[in-house]
């Protein structure tokens, strides 16, 4: 059984950082494409950030780029999501999800999918 659990999410004050987990299991990691998704409070769910098997391709949505670095760990089976430079509009639950293959840029075609960790930034 295929399981994503993601980690890391909390409270944090505008311009501060927080490092989101995702530990995953029960797949053959080091061939799923990984990526970072979040849904903001009445908003429909976007793509972060993604990228490939090996962790030499990484992709990020503009509202993220420079601020988001996304890294995984094959030995682990762990993908990570650093965040820094936290704003108010990045308050939203983070999702990890996983995709055997090839990176999906569009973001609609993620089998497996974690619980979500909120994250909340104060301004």
């Known amino acids: 059984q295929v399981q994503l659990v993601e980690s890391g999410g909390g409270l944090v004050q505008a311009g501060g950082s927080l490092r989101l987990s995702c530990a995953a299991s029960?797949?053959?990691?080091?061939?799923?494409?990984m990526a970072w998704f979040r849904q903001r409070p009445g908003k429909e769910r976007e793509l972060v950030a993604d990228?490939?098997?090996?962790?030499?391709?990484?992709s990020y949505a503009d509202s993220v780029q420079g601020r988001f670095t996304i890294s995984r760990d094959n030995s682990r089976s762990w993908v990570y999501l650093q965040m820094n430079g936290l704003k108010p509009e990045d308050t939203a639950v983070y999702f990890c999800?996983?995709?055997?293959?090839?990176?999906?840029?569009?973001?609609?075609?993620?089998?497996?999918w974690g619980q979500g960790t909120q994250v909340t930034v104060s301004s």
């Open positions: 999800a996983g995709r055997r293959g090839y990176v999906d840029h569009n973001g609609r075609e993620y089998e497996y």
């Open positions: 990228i490939n098997w090996s962790g030499s391709s990484t």
């Open positions: 029960g797949l053959t990691f080091s061939i799923y494409a």
